[in-house]
């Protein structure tokens, strides 16, 4: 099987995850507006994180990093692949048919876990009941994504990147029609929940089939393979558990501070966009070939795709983060303010957008740096980093709130995704060249930092001289707009100046480490 190119995959990945997150910003919109910041809202936010948890935790948290690397080696020897891949899709399947049958059960307990200051209000009760509508998710979206885990070892990326498109036009569509008819639009959100895990997983299931991989319900077999994907996948599923307590400890937090929840849950969908189409894109596509060069041996050719990744990531995110620090409110106020979504709302949610835009960098570094420990099966260093980290998050977010309120819980996940970087980087030390950045990297990122920083100051100026139009119906898109190019112009100008990023020669790299 030829080499994946990475510059190719990361754009197909990117450029799919982008027009999700496009189509996110319409669906979160629509929820603010119709539902605003209150109990059917927060009811919604717990419910929908659930099944959300559960799916990093089993799925793309822990099984496929232990999955991928394993079913990317036996595609690059021959070694029996389809058969491995169908004897891991059927354990995963009565695993997570356990879990979703035992989650209904517990649900109330589920929902005090994630939210405590809940408890004895409206929207505990009508949480515990959309959580139980919207927990089977979890089955179809982790089946989901260990068939997209196949799909990326085999160099076929179109389906999966474009799967999570599906949930966001499912969830505008139920939206809409609930409106158009005059229904409950929270009860008509939830239930769109599982039927986007049942869309999800045809499409890739679909997909995997015309790939030459045919997986089919069956009992699961336990055989040297499979125990041998358990004893990697265990620490990574600990792992995994630490960041999804990192969540539970930033939401227990808010829950006690009136509508925190809700402004942190819409900034979380405003740094996603970056985060997704950049980080999520590198860890995808850099995981299955960084686990093929080390197969073969090829630490030069690993040490080329570490670099460009990082490069290509850090050039698109530092820009991104400077612009949630510099016009978080101006670009929350534009998106979101409709509706019963109020100024007070967009204030909350800017400062804890701003907060979030701190941590971006780190957040992509973390899935630039992971997959070198993945790729080589260790999972276990991920999980003590983890809970090094959890330990920063919860210092900081339980220590600071009675200091300065809800904001600890945002200012404690910025911290600890710093935190994960600077121990994910110590941990390399012994992996020779292959962990290391090469010479135009170095060079490279200083160079876009600073080019951040000019356009950092061009988007101040101009939203001081837009303020009044950012803040008019009617003039507000064509103002965000304006200020939206303009940075885009000011950063890849001076980007281009400083020598910081050009397009021919991220191309030739990537053909060159390719």
Known sequence: MKPIRLLTGLLTVGGWTMASRVLGFVRDAMIVALLGTGPAYQAFIVAFSLPNMFRRFFAEGAFNMAFVPMFSRRLETGDRPADFAQEAFAALASVVLGLTLIAQLAMPGLVYAMASGFAGQEQFDLAVGFGRIAFPYIFFIALAAMLSGVLNAS???????AAPVLLNVIFIAFMSLAVWLGGDVARALIWAVPVAGVAQFALVWSAARKAGFTLRPALPRFTPEIRQLAIVAAPAALASGVVQINLLIGRQVASYFDKAMDWMYTADRLYQLPLGVVGIAVGIVLLPDLSRRLAADDAAGGRAALSR??????????????????????????????????????????????????????????????????????????????????????????????LIGWPAAALGTTLAGWAMVVFLWRGTGAMGAVARFDDRFRRAVPRQLLASVLMGAVLWALAQGLEGALHTPGLRYGALALLVGAGIVSYFGAAHLLGALTLRELKSAFRRGH
């Open 309 to 402: 990744a990082g490069e290509i990531s850090l050039a698109l995110t530092l820009p991104a983060a400077v612009a949630l620090l510099v016009i978080a409110e101006p670009m929350v106020s534009v998106l979101f303010e409709r509706g019963k979504f109020t100024s007070a709302d967009s204030q909350g949610t800017a400062l804890a957008a701003a907060i979030y835009g701190l941590g971006l960098p780190a957040f992509v570094l973390q899935k630039v740096l992971q997959p070198l420990y993945f790729a080589r099966s260790d999972t276990r260093s991920p999980f003590r980093f983890a809970v090094w980290a959890m330990l920063v998050n919860a210092g900081c977010a339980v220590g600071l709130s009675p």
């Open 155 to 161: 160099g076929r990326f179109v389906a999966a990147a």
